[in-house]
């Protein structure tokens, strides 16, 4: 069996990571103060702070970017006791939703991965993935379908 070459396990660790920011990104923030209610010890290396970015469209979606407009957003950096880093950047104002995901990413790095991953990521992965379908449902029933008919004199 072949072994992994460090660059692809790099880039995995790293799809892996950005996967789960998104996902503590997304989440709300009361349901994850739920599933996190006590944080282990931190300091601070970037208290959270509220800034903002400049968000980006694309022409057509794929086309020429163009500056849509600036999105408010709360940023964190910490360092836990035993040396994990974890940052966060959550849209909006809330500055314990910042410092919680950022808690969490930090988590995620050590041997406490796996139990993250099961009381918290996947609970929120299969809430997210409830919410996307009941908004597609609800906007597939809103499809209209056009057809034309075949009238006699067009024939």
């Not at 006590?38 to 968000?55: C, D, F, K, N, Q």
């Not at 006791?81 to 919680?100: I, T």
């Not at 406490?112 to 597939?140: C, F, G, H, I, N």
């Amino acid at each position: 069996m072949m072994q992994a070459s460090p660059e692809t396990e790099t880039r995995d660790a790293t799809v892996a990571r950005k996967a789960w920011m998104g996902l503590l990104a997304r989440a709300k923030p009361a349901r994850l103060a739920v599933l996190v209610p006590e944080l282990p010890a931190y300091a601070l290396l970037r208290a959270p702070e509220i800034g903002a970015v400049m968000v980006q469209g694309r022409i057509g979606g794929s086309g020429q970017p163009f500056n849509l407009g600036e999105m408010t957003v709360t940023r964190c950096a910490l360092r836990l006791g035993n040396g994990a880093v974890g940052h966060a950047h959550v849209q909006g104002r809330d500055k314990a939703h910042a410092l919680r995901a950022a808690v969490i990413d930090a988590l995620m790095q050590t041997d406490q991965a796996d139990a993250m991953r099961a009381a918290v990521l996947k609970p929120l992965q299969a809430e997210e993935t409830l919410r996307r379908s009941q908004r597609a449902a609800k906007a597939a029933a809103t499809k209209v379908e056009f057809f034309t008919l075949v009238r006699g004199e067009d024939q």
